[in-house]
């Protein structure tokens, strides 16, 4: 419900939410091709910015969190990268992993229509 790019989503941290008013500042993307691999500035001042998240969304978040946290605990060599989103072991996901593993198994088990995750930035 954010309109983020994938790399904005997969680089969310923490640290950028602010809970009081209930919005997430985009400060890092991930770019995950090419030879500046990392977490970067976004791709535009105009991505750069302050999103409104609903008010299911923090509750959402806040549930996240504290699943989070425990998970953390039971892992050992977790990479704490103060992620939202995080793998497993806490690591970056990478971008196309979760639209070959993740987004596209959803849409064929729920019979949605195929269509990229990136255009949901559009919805």
Do not use: C
Request: proline fraction near 8%; hydrophobic fraction near 30%.
């Amino acid at each position: 419900t954010t309109g983020l790019r994938v790399g904005e989503l997969v680089a969310m941290k923490w640290k950028y939410i602010d809970w009081e008013q209930g919005t997430y500042t985009v400060a890092e993307t991930y770019q995950y091709h090419g030879p500046d691999k990392g977490f970067k500035r976004p791709k535009s001042d105009k991505s750069a910015g302050t999103v409104q998240l609903s008010p299911a969304g923090v509750e959402m978040l806040k549930n996240h969190k504290i699943d989070q946290a425990r998970h953390r605990l039971q892992t050992p060599n977790y990479s704490d990268l103060d992620l939202i989103f995080p793998r497993p072991k806490g690591t970056v996901f990478f971008p196309p992993n979760i639209r070959q593993n993740i987004w596209y198994p959803i849409l064929k088990k729920t019979g949605l229509p195929s269509l990229r995750l990136h255009d949901l930035r559009h919805t």
